[in-house]
């Protein structure tokens, strides 16, 4: 269920591209600073989570699925 | 006390042998107490300033970090039962909120009343005069030493600690000493606590490398203060002092040597805070990576004061970008103004807001200001240009990686470097318009000569003393630049050479520095901010 919206965000953000659960979102430039900076946003409130600076690093981005699994943790506290 | 002084020698010395000599687990006592003293001499009446910044922030750091650990519990406890953690969650980020609010509001606070006060009420007043209103009485208060520098540091700790980020300082002194170690207390770099309080758990003592390479890198620091930045600070003084009788030339001349002048005077004085340091075992962080070789503004921010620069990147940037609210104006731009403008605008936005900041933390002067939106609005508008530049650059099939781009670059970073200047020299913000004003109108290439240069206060002798230098430290950058470790290269050279190497700058400093006619010490610059 985290997945389909988080890949519906991606592709609101990002119109035109194909994403799928383990799409490299950084590393194939699929998202730059700008789109990260609007996920984050939209993450936030679509999951109600506080993404926090701490939690924003290439790892937890770096696929949907790593999305996927950093929301889970927030939400777990 | 300045470093360049006999009195801070034998305190140094003697702080050296009481670190060496004490045991390991008792070491950090000899730093502190160094550090008190330091502070004590050059005002033992601020000390209550530092010291209300340690208490505040030690105690909202106690404050906080029990909130932390009781949310953690009771998140535990909700996810045994198989409960939701985020209202847990949001109602102790609100309470953690109020106590890092309350030690916050306290510190700024205070910075601001003895920073910001003077400025403001003379702009009550000028304001009050144009409406033929009452003179404002003015007072000046005594800025603390380095109020600025530990302020952010004190503050970067609370925010950590409201991020969770590292449990708390269970020991005062301890963290006083974070607070105030002298070394980098006057003029940074700005630390963190978890950085350097590892650091001083474990002095390492006695070591022949540390202590060699620490004088090594204070003594470089202290060729770029005493050989270059006090020789460039008569030009830069002359050119300041009354620029109406110069041309825009000989200005924009003067205010490139003030360039040189700032660079080797903080990056000098930085160089020997961390070479103090070093000779403790206790390493501090990086604060100039050769800013004169930045190919653009927002590059060049990236590569001078960098303590402060990720201070603000950290803590105001960060916060305010991924804060939910500003989530929601992001998109709300995103939704009307679209395209390209409308992913970028948000993030400049708040750039813009960084740059203004970084202009009021040098002071509350309008020249200031000035200077923070000056850097604000040229960082703002080549974020929202890089697409267009980019698309410009391919139709005139010009390579991402053109030398002569590069030497473009770096040219007009320069430029825009030196204009910048103006802003924060000038005695006032009119004054500095009025020699913007002068080097554009009236250039004077015309009544160009050798001795035009040559009549800014420094003879022939100091001017080849100057140039050289520069080069000096130009050269050594340039080897940095292309990734090579210079200091560890000398560290590999044979010791004769090494021993050579070392001589020279040592007799530099004292032939072309203490011992040159006329030579008055000056302060270091940034000891003022």
């Known amino acids: 269920m985290n997945m389909d919206k988080i890949l519906e965000i991606i592709r609101e953000l990002v119109p035109g591209t194909d994403v799928a659960a383990d799409t490299l979102l950084i590393e194939d430039e699929i998202i730059d600073s700008f789109d990260l900076v609007a996920l984050v946003g939209e993450l936030s409130d679509a999951f109600d989570v506080q993404i926090g600076v701490e939690s924003v690093t290439p790892e937890n981005f770096e696929t949907p699925s790593a999305i996927a699994s950093l929301i889970e943790r927030l939400r777990e506290g | 006390m300045s470093f360049v002084s006999l009195r801070f020698l034998a305190l140094l010395a003697a702080s050296l042998a009481l670190c060496f000599l004490l045991p390991k687990k008792v070491r950090w006592i000899a730093l502190l107490a160094a550090s008190v003293i330091f502070y004590a001499m050059a005002g033992a009446e601020l000390l209550v300033y530092l010291a209300s910044a ?26 045994a039962k198989g409960l939701q953690v985020t209202e847990i969650n949001t109602a102790f980020t609100r309470k953690k909120r109020a106590a890092a609010a309350a030690a916050l509001l306290l510190n700024f606070g205070i910075l601001a009343a003895l920073k910001y006060l003077d400025p403001f009420l003379g702009a009550v007043e000028y304001v009050s005069r144009i409406f033929g209103g009452v003179d404002i009485p003015r007072f000046t208060l005594a800025l603390p030493l380095g109020i600025s520098f530990y302020t952010f540091q004190s503050a970067s700790y609370v925010i950590d600690l409201l991020r969770e980020k590292y449990p708390a300082s269970r020991n005062i002194l301890k963290y006083a000493l974070f607070v105030s170690y002298f070394p980098q207390i006057t003029q940074g770099p700005i630390g963190r606590y978890d950085r350097l309080s590892p650091q001083f758990e474990n002095l390492p003592g006695f070591n022949a490398d540390a202590l060699r390479n620490g004088i090594q890198l204070a003594v470089w620091g202290l060729f770029k203060k005493i050989v270059i930045a006090d020789r460039a600070a008569v030009i830069a003084d002359n050119v300041f002092a009354g620029y109406d009788g110069y041309g825009g030339v000989i200005i924009l001349f003067g205010v490139f040597v003030y360039g040189i002048q700032l660079y080797c005077d903080f990056s000098g004085g930085i160089d020997m805070a961390r070479g103090i340091s070093e000779m403790f075992g206790v390493e501090l962080a990086e604060n100039f990576r050769r800013p004169y070789l930045a190919t653009s503004l927002a590059d060049y921010w990236r590569r001078w004061h960098i303590t402060l620069g990720e201070w603000m990147r950290e803590y105001v940037f960060y916060s305010i970008t991924f804060s939910r609210r500003f989530g929601r104006f992001s998109k709300k731009l995103r939704t009307n103004l679209g395209g390209r403008a409308g992913k970028v605008l948000p993030t400049a936005l708040v750039t813009f807001v960084v740059f203004f900041l970084i202009g009021l933390w040098h002071g509350g002067s309008s020249k200031y200001i000035a200077f923070g939106l000056w850097n604000g609005v040229i960082i703002t508008f080549s974020q ?46 009119s004054l500095a318009l009025g020699m913007l004003s002068q080097t554009f109108a009236h250039p004077g290439v015309s009544a160009l000569s050798a001795s035009s240069f040559l009549s800014l206060g420094l003879g022939g002798w100091d001017m080849g003393v100057l140039a050289l230098g520069s080069a000096v430290v130009t050269i ?46 000056s302060e270091f610059i940034y000891k003022a901010f």
């Open chain 2, 54 to 79: 340690t208490l505040s922030t030690f105690l909202a750091g106690l404050v906080i970090d029990r909130l932390n650990r009781r949310r953690a519990a009771a998140a535990a406890d909700a996810k």
């Open chain 2, 384 to 429: 929202l240009m890089a697409a267009p530049y980019a698309a410009v650059r391919a139709r005139l099939k010009i390579s991402d990686s053109s030398k002569l781009l590069y030497a473009f670059r770096l040219l007009r970073t320069l430029l825009l470097v030196t204009l910048g200047r103006y802003f924060t020299r000038a005695d006032n913000l």
């Open chain 2, 476 to 521: 050594a950058g340039v080897y940095e630049e292309r990734n090579h470790d210079l200091r560890a290269a000398i560290c590999r050279a044979r010791p004769v050479l090494q021993i050579a190497i070392m001589l020279a700058i040592i007799l530099a400093v004292v032939f072309l520095g203490f011992y040159r006619s006329g030579y008055i010490p």
